[in-house]
């Protein structure tokens, strides 16, 4: 069956530390890739999202994420966390020709200030 | 444009009561979702539907029943309540291609006393 694994299930920093989200995907041939983030109290809102070209991808709030393809990763970074990024960030695949995506348990971010 | 509108927010049922838990989206989205949220489980897809008239099962669609009789709506219909019910639900429509995100709706906070 196709998943997503998240490693990182509780992830605790202090402001400007740097972050890395680990995510790995069990498809084969072409994917698509997303990373949604829900902030306490709302809905998912996509971060960024990966089909093709260039593996590093930016999204908003200065988050990026690496498609490797070897290594079935699409990890999750940003350089300098701040309080605000306090939040749940689930990432999510869609392929081996299927439409509907697979979503990971999501990794609960808290930044202290 | 309002985007993806679930109703109610919150609700509180008894055990072995009915409700349907409406969700409406403006965007002309083919493809429309229902998940479940529990604490560090990530989203578990309950049913989904590719259009007017088409509906499947997702990963935890026991307990639950849904209909497409307009691309705009998908209700979630829960028939007899139960404990392990309680939840928050979170509806979501899509344009149907794999690189498209999900656009997700507030979420419906449910309690089953």
């Not at chain 1, 983030?37 to 809102?45: A, D, F, M, S, W």
């Not at chain 1, 999510?92 to 999501?106: D, E, H, K, N, W």
Request: hydrophobic share 35%.
């Amino acid at each position: 069956a196709q998943s997503v694994s998240q490693h990182n299930h509780h992830v605790i920093l202090s402001e400007a530390a740097s972050l890395e989200l680990g995510c790995n995907y069990s498809y084969g041939g072409t994917v698509n890739l997303f990373w949604y983030v829900q902030y306490p109290g709302q809905h998912l809102q996509l971060l960024l999202k990966y089909f093709s070209g260039d593996p590093l991808v930016k999204g908003i709030k200065g988050f990026e994420a690496e498609f490797i393809k070897s290594k079935f990763s699409f990890n999750l970074r940003k350089p300098s966390v701040q309080w605000s990024d306090t939040a749940e960030y689930f990432c999510a695949a869609a392929g081996g020709g299927s439409y509907i995506p697979t979503f990971g348990r999501g990794t609960s971010l808290i930044v202290h200030p | 444009n309002a985007g993806v509108t679930q109703t109610p927010k919150f609700r509180i049922l008894k055990i072995g009561q009915s409700m349907t838990l409406q969700c409406a989206q403006d965007m002309n989205h083919n493809y429309m979702y229902w998940y479940r949220q529990d604490p560090g489980m990530g989203l578990k897809l309950i049913y989904y539907s590719v259009g007017a008239g088409i509906t499947d099962k997702g990963e935890v669609p026991n307990g639950y029943n849904v209909s497409r009789s307009t691309t705009e709506d998908f209700p979630l219909r829960l028939e007899l309540a139960a404990p392990s019910q309680t939840s928050v639900y979170f509806c979501a429509s899509s344009p149907g291609q794999a690189n498209q995100p999900q656009h997700f709706g507030d979420g419906t906070r449910l309690s089953i006393l």
